[in-house]
C-alpha cells in the first residue's frame, strides 16, 4: 500500500511539475506589445504597414511620438515596451539610468534632418541667426546639431532664440512667422521649404563633422527580462522590415508616402536622405558590435554625453562601458542566427 501511495504521489507530483511547465510556456508571450515609434522616414514604418509585428499572434498597440525627448519621458511613465530614439535622448536616458537598451539600428541621419532658413531673411551664415528665433525639439538629435554648429561657428547659442517646438509646432510658428529657422526632420522639414524656407545646413553635413547622429531601437529592460525569446522575435520582425527597404525600393516608396501621406515623389527623394543599416552590418564595430565588444555607438554616446554636459544639459557622464551597459546587440545576432 505504501507503495502505491509513494507511486501515486509521484505521479501526482509529476503531473503538477508538467503543469507548471506548459504554464510557464503559456506566460512567454506577452497579452499585448506597446510600441512607441517616431514619425520618422525610416524602415520601421515598412514593418508597421506590412503587420511583420502583429504575425508574432500578440496584439500589438502602435504609439506615434513627436521627439525622443517625448519617448523618454513615456519610458519614464512605463508606458511602452518598445521605442525608439535619437543619440542624445538615448544619452540623456541612459545618464538618468532610464530602463531601457538599445538593441538595433533604427537608421543613420543624413539630409532628413536639416536646418532650414528663411530665404527672404538674407541669412547666408550661421552668426547672421545672431538675435533671430528658431526652434528645435529640445533633447533631440537636430538640437544637439544645432547647439554644436551655432559653437563651431563661434556663435555663442544664448545669441539666438532657440524655442523647444516639436515638428509639427515648428511648422505651424514657421506659418504664423514667429521663427526664422527650424532644424526639424522630415516630413514636416518639407513644410517648412515648401513655404519660404530654404535647407542651410543638413545633418550629413554635420555627421561628415565630427557629429554622426542616428536612431536606435529599445526595449525596456523588465520586459526583456520576462520575455526575451519575444525580443528576439521583435528584432527579426524588424530586420523583415529593413531588407524589404533594401530589397524593395519602389514598393517602401509607396509604403512611406501612405504611412505619412506624401506624394511618391517627396517620399523617394526623403527616403534619400536617411541610410538605413542592414542588420548584419549592425553588428560590425561601426555601429552596435557585438555582445562581448560594442562598438561606436557607445562612443558616440558617451562624445554626446560630454557635449551635452558643456551646455548644462546634463549633471554628470559617464564612462564609455556605462553606455556600452546600455546596449544590447545579443537580441539582434541571436534574431540572425549568431
Same mark, same amino acid.
Given at each position: 500500500?505504501?507503495?502505491?501511495?509513494?507511486?501515486?504521489?509521484?505521479?501526482?507530483?509529476?503531473?503538477?511539475?508538467?503543469?507548471?511547465?506548459?504554464?510557464?510556456?503559456?506566460?512567454?508571450?506577452?497579452?499585448?506589445?506597446? %510600441?512607441?515609434?517616431?514619425?520618422?522616414?525610416?524602415?520601421?514604418?515598412?514593418?508597421?504597414?506590412?503587420?511583420?509585428?502583429?504575425?508574432?499572434?500578440?496584439?500589438?498597440?502602435?504609439?506615434?511620438?513627436?521627439?525622443?525627448?517625448?519617448?523618454?519621458?513615456?519610458?519614464?511613465?512605463?508606458?511602452?515596451?518598445?521605442?525608439?530614439?535619437?543619440?542624445?535622448?538615448?544619452?540623456?536616458?541612459?545618464?538618468?539610468?532610464?530602463?531601457?537598451?538599445?538593441?538595433?539600428?533604427?537608421?543613420?541621419?543624413?539630409?532628413?534632418?536639416?536646418?532650414?532658413?528663411?530665404?527672404?531673411?538674407? %541669412?547666408?551664415?550661421?552668426? #547672421?541667426?545672431?538675435?533671430?528665433?528658431?526652434?528645435?525639439?529640445?533633447?533631440?538629435?537636430?538640437?544637439?546639431?544645432?547647439?554644436?554648429?551655432?559653437?563651431?561657428?563661434?556663435?555663442?547659442?544664448?545669441?539666438?532664440?532657440?524655442? #523647444?517646438?516639436?515638428?509639427?509646432?515648428?511648422?505651424?510658428?514657421?506659418?504664423?512667422?514667429?521663427? #526664422?529657422?527650424?532644424?526639424?526632420?522630415?516630413?514636416?522639414?518639407?513644410?517648412?521649404?515648401?513655404?519660404?524656407?530654404?535647407?542651410?545646413?543638413?545633418?550629413?553635413?554635420?555627421?561628415?563633422?565630427?557629429?554622426?547622429?542616428?536612431?536606435?531601437?529599445?526595449?525596456?529592460?523588465?520586459?526583456?527580462?520576462?520575455?526575451?525569446?519575444?525580443?528576439?522575435?521583435?528584432?527579426?520582425?524588424?530586420?523583415?522590415? %529593413? #531588407?524589404?527597404?533594401?530589397?524593395?525600393?519602389?514598393?517602401?516608396?509607396?509604403?512611406?508616402?501612405?504611412?505619412?501621406?506624401?506624394?511618391?515623389?517627396?517620399?523617394?527623394?526623403?527616403?534619400?536622405?536617411?541610410?538605413?543599416?542592414?542588420?548584419?552590418?549592425?553588428?560590425?564595430?561601426?555601429?552596435?558590435?557585438?555582445?562581448?565588444?560594442?562598438?561606436?555607438?557607445?562612443?558616440?554616446?558617451?562624445?554626446?554625453?560630454?557635449?551635452?554636459?558643456?551646455?548644462?544639459?546634463?549633471?554628470?557622464?559617464?564612462?564609455?562601458?556605462?553606455?556600452?551597459?546600455?546596449?544590447?546587440?545579443?537580441?539582434?545576432?541571436?534574431?540572425?542566427?549568431?
Amino acid at each position: 500500500m505504501n507503495t502505491l501511495r509513494r507511486t501515486a504521489s509521484l505521479l501526482l507530483a509529476a503531473a503538477f511539475s508538467l503543469g507548471l511547465s506548459a504554464g510557464a510556456r503559456a506566460q512567454q508571450k506577452p497579452e499585448g506589445i506597446t %510600441i512607441g515609434y517616431l514619425n520618422l522616414v525610416n524602415a520601421q514604418l515598412v514593418t508597421k504597414a506590412l503587420g511583420l509585428h502583429e504575425k508574432s499572434g500578440v496584439p500589438i498597440k502602435w504609439v506615434k511620438f513627436g521627439s525622443g525627448g517625448d519617448m523618454n519621458r513615456a519610458v519614464a511613465a512605463n508606458q511602452v515596451d518598445f521605442g525608439g530614439v535619437g543619440n542624445p535622448p538615448f544619452t540623456l536616458g541612459a545618464t538618468r539610468a532610464l530602463p531601457y537598451k538599445g538593441i538595433f539600428v533604427l537608421n543613420m541621419l543624413g539630409p532628413v534632418e536639416s536646418l532650414a532658413v528663411r530665404s527672404d531673411k538674407n %541669412i547666408k551664415s550661421l552668426k #547672421d541667426l545672431a538675435g533671430k528665433t528658431a526652434a528645435a525639439p529640445f533633447g533631440s538629435t537636430t538640437h544637439y546639431l544645432f547647439i554644436a554648429a551655432l559653437k563651431e561657428a563661434g556663435v555663442n547659442p544664448t545669441d539666438v532664440k532657440l524655442i #523647444d517646438l516639436s515638428p509639427s509646432d515648428a511648422v505651424a510658428a514657421w506659418l504664423r512667422k514667429d521663427i #526664422d529657422a527650424a532644424w526639424i526632420w522630415e516630413p514636416n522639414l518639407d513644410k517648412i521649404v515648401k513655404n519660404g524656407g530654404e535647407i542651410f545646413l543638413t545633418s550629413g553635413e554635420m555627421a561628415k563633422r565630427g557629429y554622426p547622429t542616428w536612431d536606435v531601437g529599445v526595449v525596456m529592460n523588465d520586459f526583456a527580462a520576462k520575455y526575451p525569446a519575444q525580443v528576439v522575435a521583435y528584432v527579426k520582425a524588424e530586420c523583415e522590415g %529593413i #531588407d524589404y527597404w533594401l530589397k524593395h525600393p519602389k514598393e517602401t516608396v509607396d509604403i512611406i508616402a501612405k504611412e505619412l501621406s506624401l506624394p511618391p515623389d517627396d517620399a523617394a527623394r526623403m527616403m534619400q536622405g536617411t541610410t538605413i543599416v542592414p542588420c548584419p552590418e549592425q553588428l560590425t564595430k561601426d555601429y552596435l558590435g557585438t555582445p562581448g565588444q560594442i562598438g561606436q555607438f557607445a562612443d558616440t554616446a558617451l562624445a554626446t554625453a560630454t557635449f551635452l554636459k558643456d551646455q548644462g544639459r546634463l549633471p554628470t557622464v559617464l564612462d564609455r562601458a556605462g553606455y556600452a551597459a546600455f546596449i544590447d546587440p545579443s537580441y539582434l545576432a541571436k534574431a540572425l542566427g549568431k
